[in-house]
T-cell receptor, first 108, second 113 residues
């Protein structure tokens, strides 16, 4: 099963871009990268996912390296409400396996 | 109303008691999941079900059982609760493999004394 590695925590200034890295060096060719976030103890919320092309939606952008061994989630203009735990997940078969994630603290 | 509803939201019980956590969804999704979260850790998959007749074990199924009573309902049982099952439990749904998202409930906080 592909595993992901994320830094345990990051800080970001309000209004600046938050760039959250993720390593997934053992990813297989048909495995998607998903990002979720969890605010306090609420249920995780889907952000974005991708296979090999970069993706953008109203919440964020996902940049996947050409070799697919790493990716970066970009929140273009972080706000205080973006403070959360961000999970980078490689979909394994029929289920999503969550790691410990990155705690992002957005500071004013 | 929430798409995925979990009951109870909070429960305190004693060792050895039987506990059931219930999950219902209005998304019309076929797939339902139970996850457990311990403080400072990510979510771990307990059981999942792809339709009413399908039940699969996840990473940490020991000590738990599930029942898929209908497409919209998926319950998690602890036959004899123990303190290390104290955790935050999440139910989630999705419509298919490769579907973009899991929809999570608000969580059920269980404390076993």
């Amino acid at each position: 099963d592909a595993k992901t590695t994320q830094p345990p925590s990051m800080d970001c200034a309000e209004g600046r871009a938050a760039n959250l890295p993720c390593n997934h060096s053992t990813i297989s060719g048909n495995e998607y990268v998903y990002w979720y976030r969890q605010i306090h103890s609420q249920g995780p919320q889907y952000i974005i996912h991708g296979l090999k092309n970069n993706e953008t939606n109203e919440m964020a952008s996902l940049i996947i390296t050409e070799d697919r061994k790493s990716s970066t989630l970009i929140l273009p203009h972080a706000t205080l409400r973006d403070t959360a735990v961000y999970y980078c997940i490689v979909r394994t078969g029929n289920k999503l396996v969550f790691g410990a994630g990155t705690i992002l603290r957005v500071k004013s | 109303d929430a798409d995925v509803t979990q009951t109870p939201r909070n429960r305190i019980t004693k060792t050895g008691k039987r506990i059931m956590l219930e999950c219902s969804q209005t998304k019309g999704h076929d797939r339902m999941y139970w996850y457990r979260q311990d403080p400072g850790l990510g979510l771990r998959l307990i059981y999942y079900s792809f339709d009413v007749k399908d039940i699969n074990k996840g990473e940490i199924s020991d000590g738990y059982s599930v029942s898929r009573q209908a497409q919209a309902k998926f319950s998690l049982s602890l036959e004899s609760a123990i303190p290390n099952q104290t955790a935050l439990y999440f139910c989630a749904t999705s419509d298919q493999v490769g579907s973009k998202d899991l929809t999570f409930g608000a969580g059920s906080r269980l404390t076993v004394l």
